[in-house]
């Protein structure tokens, strides 16, 4: 079983649609839960991260960490054709696990006009 | 600000040769990772290096080696290359503020073996 487990999609939604977007890890020593999201041919760049369970709201995007389920969700309310890329998960732990990042392998959104 | 730039952005090798990509932090970040990217495996962590020194590892062969200069640069090279290194090389920087290691990543080096 792979530490974090990502639905690589492909996710097609029309404009204006909600999306959610999981990823749900095994490793109980994760403390920091990042969202990236990468357009072709370039790195990734942060979206939202948040530090232990709860919900962070940015605008159209919403973090949520359950960490007693260990699953963390991304919510895009409003959903625009500039949306459209491949959105990350990533974790960080602390200690031996400090100062790596485990991502998801990402999901693939398009969003329709 | 500058981002994280990345040289060169395109290669192509060959089985055996080594090769040598490099990375120029955010003006001010003295962290730097490298991740290793395939429509496979996804992002995986190669190393992270703060102050010169490598903090952290990632599970790869003796081959992938990187290094930090004093100006907060790196470079990763990898020897004996086999196809199966043919990936999208990210470099990312951080301020290391207390917590989540953020990370700023460049566009990446995309290197073909052959």
């Known amino acids: 079983q792979k530490e974090v487990e990502q639905d690589p999609g492909p996710l097609s939604v029309p404009e204006g649609a909600i999306v959610s977007l999981n990823c749900t890890y095994s490793?109980?020593?994760?403390?920091?839960f990042m969202w990236y999201r990468q357009y072709s041919r370039k790195g990734p760049e942060l979206l939202m991260y948040?530090?232990?369970?709860g919900n962070k709201e940015d605008g159209r995007f919403t973090a949520q960490v359950d960490k007693s389920s260990k699953y963390i969700s991304l919510f895009i309310r409003d959903s625009q054709p500039s949306d459209s890329a491949t959105y990350l998960c990533a974790m960080e732990g602390s200690g031996a696990g400090s100062y790596q990042l485990t991502f998801g392998k990402g999901t693939k959104l398009s969003v329709i006009p | 600000k500058a981002g994280v730039t990345q040289t060169p952005r395109y290669l192509i090798k060959t089985r055996g040769q080594q090769v040598t990509l490099s990375c120029s932090p955010i003006?001010?970040?003295?962290?730097v990772s490298w991740y290793q990217q395939t429509p496979g495996q996804g992002l995986q962590f190669l190393f992270e290096y703060f102050s010169e020194t490598q903090r952290n590892k990632g599970n790869f062969p003796g081959r992938f080696s990187g290094r930090q200069f004093s100006n907060s640069r790196s470079e990763m090279n990898v020897s004996t290359l086999e196809l199966g290194d043919s990936a999208l090389y990210l470099c990312?920087?951080?301020?290391?503020?207390?917590?989540?290691?953020?990370?700023?990543f460049g566009a990446g080096s995309r290197l073909t073996v052959l």
């Open positions: 948040t530090y232990s369970s």
């Open positions: 990312a920087s951080s301020q290391v503020p207390a917590g989540a290691n953020v990370l700023t």
């Open positions: 003006s001010g970040h003295r962290s």
């Open positions: 490793n109980s020593a994760f403390q920091y």
